[in-house]
């Protein structure tokens, strides 16, 4: 019987998916931060709310992230303290970030994201990470889509050149 046939959580973790977990946890712990900001600078309810969902769904990563390592025996990295709410009408307007901005930039992550679950669970040897980071895949991937749906109804969405095929005559 082989190392890597029994029980995945009494498997070892190597290097590459402790390296992985722990960017994640850093990289969640400053989502958070970064989430809770743009927050307080959004205008729009149904950004805050979309906004509001990319917080709650770090803060599930975060936790079962923290977890692993801690089983593991791996110290944690450093966390941003979390942000207090503030009144958009504080932040001078040329200081405060707009609107399609702050979808941009969620739009930017939920993207990177992807990706960066992608390679996680490609690299992965333990059959509980690849999963936990697929589950996660499909948290960002479907954030993705409403935030796509809300970026098309408030005309908020950047369209690259279009391609449109003309005929040879």
Known sequence: M????GNPKDEPLHYGEVFSIWTSLAT?????????T?????GDQDLKKII??????????VKQLEKI????????????????????????PGARFNDPEISAALSMDAAAGLVSCSQVMGMAMREDIGLLFAQ??????????KLLRLNKEKGWLVLPPLHVHHPLH
Do not use: S, W
């Open 136 to 145: 996660f895949h499909t948290a960002k991937a479907q954030l993705g889509a």
């Open 2 to 5: 082989g190392i890597f046939t």
């Open 38 to 42: 743009f927050y307080n600078h959004a």
């Open 28 to 36: 969640g712990y400053g989502m958070i931060a970064g989430y809770q």
């Open 52 to 61: 509001e969902d990319f917080i709650q769904c770090a803060r599930d990563e």
């Open 69 to 92: 390592l801690k089983t593991n025996g791996v110290a944690l990295p450093p966390a941003p303290p979390e942000r207090p709410e503030a009144r958009i009408e504080n932040i001078p």
